[in-house]
Structure formats: structure tokens, C-alpha cells
């Protein structure tokens, strides 16, 4: 009887489950959206318990597509949205309130008084990461003061913080409480050196240890599921990006991807030590299978890719379905001088501003909605190229390729465009579903179900590959426009007068 | 039947008419099919595309289906979306077949490639999204052939043969249609050029309709080393077509 292993991927916008023979091919596919909760502007919940009811149902449709049960699946891996905060009561295993969303900036003050007048990079050198509403760790000191009467049961153990991937091992082993290095690094809280929880951020933030989960490997077995997937071995979690940086296979130092979901995050493989950036990227771990020396990555997060084709889609009606916009972006041949910088929630790397707002610049009588597709999907490039750029610039080396991955890599507009503002190719590789696929390789590590690291470097080959063809000039005075374009993003939100 | 309009049910056979056929049909064409003066099927063929339910081609002066109608009913696919929608399931049968992939529909009797997945081989590959190709003599074009209601009507005459294998005999070409529809799947044996095999399936939505195809294609000593089709190579083709299928809605079995 044939072995897979299953990979659940408890997404921003929906949970999916996949299942994946020993080539690495998807057997079989399942997904439930959730609902997104927007209480007031700049706040993004989610319902944990909906979360958890769609991960068991899709589980069960991925099983039952291909008729495979249980005592098939070698392990599972889980892979998630990172950074997105719930506490719940032991007792009842129950959410205590909606989890907060890593795009939700209701932090946003907050952040400024933790940064205790030395600013944004104050507990950098310790956690790798900038304070920013990005992070759980102020999500977490925030639901503590806001509900002061959870503090005394933290302090006892009895309310638990999570991110997605501790909230599904808790509910799918019945009650382990853990958290891999990946999700761990997202936190603020953990010491990216050490890889513990840092008692000097926690006592700055205010939040007690023992609601912590304990931190653990992302390759190895956390416990055994119950339900549906009795018997099967929980065995890897690691953050979404994270995750595709496994399935992509970058194991060596300087091999990069980047994944263009609702937002766009590139990982550059450092090796075993971490880097500092000097030019607003993140320091975060890779992953560490077993207990191996953990690998390292230098992050670009980009908050808003795909979710600017969403808002085009659902909040401009330009378009009824998201691959659609290639359709009307191709109804012209180029932007029409018009520029959208989607700074919906302020922006991510390389500028990290959360004063920052979304810009249409350039309208003129001659833009139609044409035109404002091809902004839409050339705002996602030119976001990676500063991201890129900054990334050279804190490596030392020049990237030379660039790995995808993702849906919008559907998007052969896109893929072209973005070989166009890098020069230099851009290959996708033959699972775009590189996230569940890294959750699946790393489970899969851990019982066994390959032997090692090099038997996955086997399974990846090159699906698509677009090679540059704009002129520098064009490239050059088209970058020069976008940079413009940024900088009237800035300073809009005023904080004394919200 | 007391109460029916006329004018409304000449409209409905006109649009009935520029839906069986893929290529565009001129005023003459569709007052000879429908038995009606020109002046009437030209009134309303106007004001069906004041409301955008047909489209008039700015060169030819024929018309088709507009893209209203088309959203209406649901039955437009748009090539992204099938793209989209088929990625994993076409990534999945290249890297079980070996062989690269492409998905197409049919565009003005041509076959539009619009998805196409490299071999897994890691050899220097070129996209060719976008580009058309004949449909008489390649595996995509046989299937979304064969699930047209008026083929022929869409070929161009005389069919030409890319390689000596291409059927061109309109009535050969029709007894393979059949085959096709029989089988579920199409073959290309050296047809669109020598040395070169393909196998497709056809993609259908959820009403049944076929919206497109998906097939693999290589060489000859690759897939038909000993003289025969590699077995597991149609059922690979056909479990990517049925997936692809079930995520638009067709129903299982």
C-alpha cells in the first residue's frame, strides 16, 4: 500500500490540506476559506475555532478525494500564516477572543512606547526583528492589557499564547502545547542566538513565560494526531515563507525564492549564523531539522501583493476573478504613466512605515482600467526590486536568479515583468505549492519517509523560466517613477490626530 | 402559446446559432440559417450589441458572441483563470509523466496554448505561452475538436499537414473525432511534426462543457520505445484532466 505524507497549511485566507506522493507530486488537494474579521479600520481577526473546524474538514476531503486513509500517511507537517496571535484557556482548549492577524495594526501605538525612546530597533540585535505590529509579541502584550483579568491566569499557566501552527498541534494532538523555531522567531520574543525565550523582551513587554509554548525543532515529531489522522505522527511545523524555502529546496547558503501569495516574502539562506540587516530586512530562522545546528534566513516581507488583486477584484468590481487581471492588464501595452503603491497597512521591508498609505499617482484622462491592472501587477515587481536591491546590499553577493513561487506565478504578465524590473530570470519550479510541499519534505525528514536532504534536492525541477527583455532605460526610468510614487505614500497618517 | 415575442425568440435562435460555432457568422449567413430577411436579423443583431450580448469583428464585419453574454451564463473561462486553476494538476502529470505540458483552448479554429509546463529534465526550455497551433493534427486539438458541435465549420481548407503523418481528409478527420469522443482521450502520432508524440484529455466545468485540454508531448523513442504507447502515460493524462475538472465543478465519475 502506497505511504504519503499530509500537509496542512492554515493560511491567511484559507486552510488547505495536501497530500503528496514520494516524488513530491500533489495526490490530492482540499482548501476552506475563512471569513476575515475587520471590527475597525487597521484591525484583521480571525475565528480560531471556524480555522480549526475548516482544517479538520479538509483533511477529510483531501483523504477521501483519493480514498486514502489514515494508517497511509507516514506523517503530517503544518505550515501557517506566521505571526498571527491567540490565547485560549487550557481548561476548555477553547479561543479566548478572535486571533489577531499579522496585517492588523491596532499596535501600532504600542509599539511606539515599547520602543521606550531608543525607537524601531530596540530589541533588533536580540530577536533579529524591528518593533512593528507586523510581530505577535506586542499582539500579545496587547490582548494582556486590554483584558487584564487573563493576566493572573497566564501567569499560572492557564492561558496559553499560540500562532496558527501551536493553536492546530494543540487541538490535533489533544493538548501539546509547542511551537517550532520558525514561528518562534516571528514572535519578538525569542533570542535569535539562542533560540529560548528572551526574559529580557518578555519583562520589556510584560507578557509572562508561562503561557509560551515550548519552542522545538521544525523537523521532528511533536506528537500523535487523534480524530481523523489517529496514529499519524504530527512531525514538522515551520512558518508559511519558511516552508517554501524548504520546498524550494534552498538548503545552501545564498540560494533565495520568494512566494507572491495575499502579501510577497523573499528568504535568502544565510547559513548557521544569523545576519543583521542594515537595510530593513528581517533576521529569522529558516529551519532546524531535528536537532541540527538551525539555518538561517535574511527576510523581505512585502504586505500587500496578491491582496492589491483581491481589493482590484472584490472592493473595485474591475474584475470577477483574481487571474482575470492578466486579461484586462493585457488589454494595453503598458501603464500609462500610472503608479499604486499599495501601502494599505503602512509599509513592510525594505522602509518599515507605518505612516505610510496607499498612492495612485499619475491619473490623467488617458488611464483607463487597463492601465490600472498593469499597476496593480507592476507594483508586486517593483516591491521585490527594492526588496532585492536591499537584500544585495546586506549579502554582498548579486542575486542571479530568482526562485517563485506561489499563485500569482500563474500570472505569466507578472513573471515577465518581474524578469524585466530584477534583470535577471526568474524560474518557478514544478510545485508552486512550495509551502505545503516544504511542511510535507520536512515531516517526511522526520520519520523517515526520505532519507535526507539531497533525495529532495532530486525531486526539484524548473517548470517556467522568464528571462529579461526590457531596456535599461525603460527599466531605469520606470524605477525612478515607482520610487517617486513611494515617496508620496509617506507621512499621511499624522498619530496625534487619529 | 399565447403572450410569446417573436422578435425575443429570433433573438434566441441567433444567439443559439453564434454559440455553436466558434468563428464568427456574417448578417447573410444568419439570415440563410434562420430563413429571415437581412433587415430583420441586421435589427437585431444591433441591439443585441447595444446591450453587449454579441460583438461585431471590426475587420470582417461578422459577428460572435460577446463577452456579456459569455459572463451571463457562466460559460466563459477565461485562459488565465484555467491556468490558475490547473497549475498544481499539470505541474503534478509533467513531473509523473516526465514530459512536458500544455493546456490549450480553441481560438478561431487554432488551439491557444495557455499553460505550458517544462519537462522535468532541467534542459534549456522555452515558454510558449500564447502561441497557436494547428488543431486537426495535435492530441489538444483533437479533444476540444471533438467536443465542438461544428468542427469542420471551424478548419481551415484544405486542412495542411505539418508532417506526413496529418490526417487531411475532412471525412478521416471526422471518423477520428469520433474516436476521440469514444476513447475520452486523443492521440497525436507523428501528425504535427515527425518524430514527436502527444496524448490529451479533455478539461470539462461543472455543466459538462469542455473548456479545454491538457496533454503531454515528447519524443518518439520516449514514449513509444518497443513500439508502444507507455501504458501509465493516458491515465496519467486523463487523472490531471479529471482533477483539474472537479475543481471547476464537473461532477466525480
Known sequence: MTQYIAAIDQGTTSSRCMIFDPSGSIISIAQQEHRQIYPKPGWVEHDATEIWTNVQQVVHDALRQKDITADQIAAIGITNQRETTLLWDRTTGEPLHNAIVWQDTRTDQLCRELGAGIGQERFRERCGLPLATYFAGPKIAWLLREHPELRARAERGDVLFGTMESWIIYKLTGGTHVTDVTNASRTMLMNINTLRWDDDILAAMDIPRAMLPEIKGSAQTYGTATGELAGVPVASALGDQQAALFGQTCFAEGEAKCTYGTGSFLLLNTGTTPVQSANGLLTTVGYQIGDQAPVYALEGAIAITGSLVQWFRDNLGLITTAPEIETLARTVDDNGGCYIVPAFSGLFAPHWRSDARGVITGLTSYITKGHLARAVLEATAWQTREVVDAMNNDSGVDLTTLKVDGGMTADNLLMQFLSDVLDVPVVRPMVAETTCLGAAYAAGLAVGYWPDIESLRANWHKAAEWHPQMEAATRDREYHNWRKAVERTLNWVEHDSR | ?253
Open chain 2, 1 to 253: 402559446m399565447p403572450g410569446l415575442i417573436q422578435s425575443v425568440q429570433r433573438a434566441a435562435a441567433i444567439l443559439r446559432l453564434l454559440a455553436t460555432r466558434s468563428r464568427p457568422l456574417g448578417v447573410a449567413e444568419l439570415a440563410n440559417a434562420l430563413g429571415l430577411p437581412k433587415t430583420t436579423v441586421h435589427g437585431i443583431l444591433r441591439t443585441l450589441q447595444h446591450v453587449g450580448f454579441v460583438e461585431q469583428d471590426p475587420h470582417s464585419g461578422r459577428y460572435r458572441l460577446g463577452a456579456a453574454l459569455l459572463h451571463l451564463g457562466g460559460s466563459y473561462l477565461d485562459g488565465n483563470e484555467l491556468r490558475t486553476r490547473a497549475l498544481n494538476w499539470a505541474d503534478a502529470l509533467a513531473a509523473r509523466s516526465g514530459e512536458s505540458v500544455r493546456i490549450g483552448t480553441l481560438h478561431e479554429g487554432r488551439v491557444l496554448v495557455v499553460h505550458h509546463v517544462f519537462r522535468p529534465d532541467d534542459s534549456l526550455q522555452a515558454l510558449d505561452v500564447g502561441t497557436l497551433l494547428p488543431a486537426h493534427c495535435t492530441a489538444l486539438g483533437k479533444v476540444l475538436l471533438a467536443y465542438e458541435p461544428d468542427p469542420a465549420g471551424q478548419l481551415p481548407t484544405p486542412l495542411d499537414a505539418p508532417a506526413p503523418a496529418a490526417i487531411t481528409s475532412p471525412a478521416a478527420l471526422k471518423r477520428e473525432l469520433a474516436a476521440v469522443r469514444r476513447r475520452g482521450w486523443a492521440l497525436d502520432a507523428e501528425e504535427s511534426a515527425p518524430g514527436i508524440l502527444a496524448v490529451a484529455a479533455p478539461i470539462r466545468d461543472r455543466r459538462g462543457i469542455t473548456v479545454g485540454a491538457i496533454g503531454v508531448s515528447g519524443t518518439v523513442e520516449r514514449l513509444r520505445a518497443g513500439g508502444t504507447l507507455r501504458a501509465d502515460l493516458v491515465p496519467h493524462v486523463r487523472d490531471a484532466a479529471d482533477s483539474i475538472s472537479r475543481d471547476l465543478g464537473f461532477p466525480d465519475g
